[in-house]
């Protein structure tokens, strides 16, 4: 089983809501210092569903992720997590894409690697929050996709993936090569062991331009955008809670069901 | 060459009504075609949805296009791609608006990379642009820390748009509008996937989406049993249990109880967020209720920024008192 992971770096998604900021000026984001960026979370779930069926059925794990200013404490996580390989398609010419462009990057490294199963994307990035590119993908390259998956397994040249739904999940039968999305139903990411560690230490990633790829920088990142940002900005919170108090905690309490019933809300 | 023209809403339906999420798109595509002088029209796409039609009509549409075919019986990405992508060649509508559901979620991606490119997802707010018509997409980004408008300049212009966001009209019985069926031309080879089984959780009492009232759970509470606590101060409010996150991943609740981003989205009268921090990403799914309560021990708690009135304590104090206290209140 030849397998692709898509992780994308990004602003730590648990870091305090008080702490994020924007510069509205340029419509960016500022980071906020001394947070380390993380793999988006959902990106470390489909990591860990690659692991899975390597565990299981053994075969191979990729890993591509695109950005600029890459750490590679932090992009070589997956490798610590036990992937075989890791490509980072690094350039300025990457910076900054949209849903279209970085799907189309993504997907011309896919098919630069050629030989692959299953390609595993998170159901969205804790950033943009968009939860496009891996169905942008996956059309891009002409594939099936199942989205925000729980549980992947795979057999007789199908995968077999448990969709979450509102109300439950359904189960899903997918001919392969498929795209496959995942979400955190899938359950908790495995730690890094130390061996983990050390050997991703000394894995160098592979590194390519948008040459490698046979894609003309104005097809990528900013350039290649389709979409415009015409503002962003932060919603403005009232923020006037009035806290109700008493000499204990019951005595509290009575007082917020006193108060709810005076307010008619209850 | 034939015009992008007038807006498109897909239509969820089940057991023969549309999905509120459905009658939500009808209010605010009518006012975004209004907005452009141009029609609205529904698109409905099952086995058997033909019966829907019309009250697609009176929520607003001023034409339904329906496509029956027994291969759309389940929702399937390659079949409904391929039947939408088919209604709005032959319809060419400049813009086309899908609920943030399971199925939106799945289709509208696909499709926009389909006919080029890329839709706006989980929108809050669709405007017209006064100058340039073309359609202002404001979503949340960021876990919800911010917003961010967009816009594009190639139609059709595809945006999901986030449960009760939007407000429907009031169903008109006697408006007309004419209703046009559409073959849905697939073919079955083309259909790579097939739905082997569906399997449903089970949760007891007033769904929490319906619910005027929904008591969520957080971290804090820390195991199965405490969420029985919450459950038994839902039914004095005559409401339903929610959750964050960890929660559900933790298995002390069904996934199908989380609030938030990624999971459900609620607009009770009352919401009572208790030993919960109120990440943005769990706000994100109710911050549109009329009344945030919070309970939490820790007073920086990010709750209570967005809270109308707290309690700061330990929860296991704190709910059993007010549970009694609310009951009694109620009984009165
Ligand atoms: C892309 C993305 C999507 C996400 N989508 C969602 C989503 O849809 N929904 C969601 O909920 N989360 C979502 N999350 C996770 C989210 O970021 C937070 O991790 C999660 O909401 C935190 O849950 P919590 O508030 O219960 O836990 P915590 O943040 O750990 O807060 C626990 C709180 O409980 C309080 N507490 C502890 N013990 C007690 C006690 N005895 N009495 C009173 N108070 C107590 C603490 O003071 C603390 O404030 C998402 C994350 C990402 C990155
Ligand atoms: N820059 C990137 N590098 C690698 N993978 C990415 C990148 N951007 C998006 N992805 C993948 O696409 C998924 C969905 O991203 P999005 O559509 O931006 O929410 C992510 O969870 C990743 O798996």
Sequence with gaps: MNMIVCVKQVIDPEAPPASFKIDSASNKVVPPPGVSPVISPFDEQSVEAALRIRDAQGGKITVISMGVNLLRDVVKKPLAMGADELILLEDDAFTEGDSWSTAYALAMAIKKIGDYDLIFCGRQAADWDAGQVGSGIAEILGLPSVTVAKKVETADGKAKVERVTADGYEVVEVSLPALITVSNELGEPRYPTMKGIMAAKKKEPAIWKPADIGVEPAQVGTAGRRTRIVKLFQPVREGKCEIISGETPEEAAVGLATKLREAKIL | ?332
């Design chain 2, 1 to 332: 060459m034939a015009e992008y023209k007038g807006v498109m809403v897909y239509c969820e339906a089940a057991e023969g009504r549309l999905l509120p999420i459905a009658t939500e798109l009808l209010g605010c595509g009518k006012k975004l075609a209004g907005d452009l002088g141009e029609e609205l029209c529904a698109v409905l796409l099952g086995a058997n949805v033909s019966s829907v039609a019309q009250e697609a009509i009176t929520f607003g549409a001023d034409k339904a296009y329906v496509v029956n075919d027994p291969q759309l019986g389940d929702y399937q990405t390659d079949s409904y791609v391929a039947a939408l992508e088919k209604v709005v060649k032959e319809v060419m509508p400049q813009i086309v608006l899908m609920g943030q559901t399971s199925v939106g979620r799945d289709l509208a991606p696909r499709l926009a990379f389909r006919l080029d490119p890329a839709a706006s997802m989980d929108c809050i707010d669709l405007a017209i642009d006064p100058e340039s018509k073309r359609l202002l997409q404001t979503r949340p980004v960021y876990g919800g820390n911010a917003q961010a408008t967009f816009t594009y300049d190639s139609d059709p212009q595809i945006a999901t748009v986030r449960a009760k966001a939007m407000s429907p009209l009031e169903a008109d019985p006697s408006r007309q509008g004419e209703v046009i069926t559409i073959d849905a031309g697939l073919d079955p080879q083309a259909i790579r996937t097939r739905v082997l089984e569906k399997v449903p959780e089970e949760v007891a009492g007033i769904k929490l989406e319906d619910a005027n009232a929904v008591i969520c759970g957080g971290r804090g509470i820390g195991t199965a049993e405490g969420f029985k606590e919450l459950e038994e101060l839902a039914r004095i409010l005559k409401g339903a249990v929610g959750a964050t996150r960890p929660p559900c991943d933790n298995g002390w609740v069904p996934d199908s109880a989380q609030v938030g981003l990624t999971g459900k989205i609620v607009a009770p009268d009352l919401y009572i967020g208790i030993a919960l921090s109120g990440s943005s990403q769990h706000m994100s799914g109710c911050s549109g209720s009329k009344n945030i309560i919070a309970i939490n021990k820790d007073p920086e708690a990010n709750i209570f920024k967005e809270a109308r009135y707290g309690v700061v304590g330990d929860w296991k104090k704190v709910v059993p008192a007010f549970r009694d206290k609310v009951k009694e209140l109620l009984t009165e």
